[in-house]
Nanobody, 127 residues
């Protein structure tokens, strides 16, 4: 069974940091583009960040640029993608989802066409 499982969410104070992990089981991520999305209460789901198959191309929503960093570990069968989140703000409060889609391109990065989704992890930024 193909699964994506997010971890690392929780409660953090404004200005704090968290690192989310997205682990795959049942398949390897090295042929997949990986995205992070978030869904805040009362808001539409938005793409937060994406990373290409090779890991060389990344993209960030304007609201998180300079604060979030996406990375992937394709080596050593780690099969995990990370989202390092620094200087968190209350408006970052949301359920964060990782998503994957198999792609041929090593450098493509977008927020469309995802085929596999995790169940999400909640991040609450509050004092």
């Amino acid at each position: 069974q193909l699964q994506l499982v997010e971890s690392g969410g929780g409660l953090v104070q404004p200005g704090g940091s968290l690192r989310l992990s997205c682990a795959a089981s049942g398949f390897t991520l090295d042929t997949y583009r990986i995205d992070w999305f978030r869904k805040a209460p009362g808001k539409e789901r938005e793409g937060v960040s994406c990373i290409s198959r090779s890991g060389r191309i990344t993209n960030y929503a304007d609201s998180v640029k300079g604060r979030f960093t996406i990375s992937r570990d394709n080596a050593n069968a780690k099969n995990t993608v990370y989202l390092q989140m620094n200087n968190l703000k209350p408006e970052d409060t949301a359920v964060y989802y990782c998503a994957a889609v198999p792609v041929a391109s090593l450098t493509g990065c977008s927020y469309y066409g995802m085929s596999h989704w995790g169940k999400g992890t909640l991040i609450t930024v509050s004092s």
